[in-house]
């Protein structure tokens, strides 16, 4: 079986570019390893979904599902998604043989200070609406398996680090 690493945290916490590296990392000691990200696999499932509740929740089932697929498939999945529901990490524990969630916590201020996709400054000036942990409410990781704070004192680099020691995943 894979494991499955779902890595969680609000927008330009830094999830993907933690996750891309640490998939780096493992996919040179393991070849069936997968990079999945919430943005990309929403093109991939077709746009279909907005982002009310309702449609977050499916959306973020959609995930844990197809990762909930690949492990038992044998494959290592990293996972990147913004993942604002309890139950859903709830059903990622229940029924994902080894899973381990990280969560990518940072203070607001780095958040709207990076602003990568402009979501912070759309939200400042009041045109974005549906922001994730600003307008629209999120349920923040309560037992994640590891919590990475990524104000900056450590590079994404030695983050990704950070995780294959925990996992005492040597390369």
Known sequence: MGNVYWITGLSGAGK???GKIFYGK???IYSNTVFLDGDTLREVFGNDLGYSDTDRRKC???YSRLCDLLQKQGIHVVCCTISMFDSVRQWN???IANYHEIYVEVSDETLQKRDQKGLYSRYQSG???ELAGFQVGIETPKNPDLV???DGEKTPEEQAEIMMQTWKINN
């Open 60 to 62: 973020a089932m959609r």
């Open 148 to 150: 990475l704070w990524n």
């Open 16 to 18: 993907t570019t933690i």
């Open 26 to 28: 493992l996919k040179e």
């Open 127 to 129: 045109d974005e609406t």
């Open 93 to 95: 524990r229940e029924n």
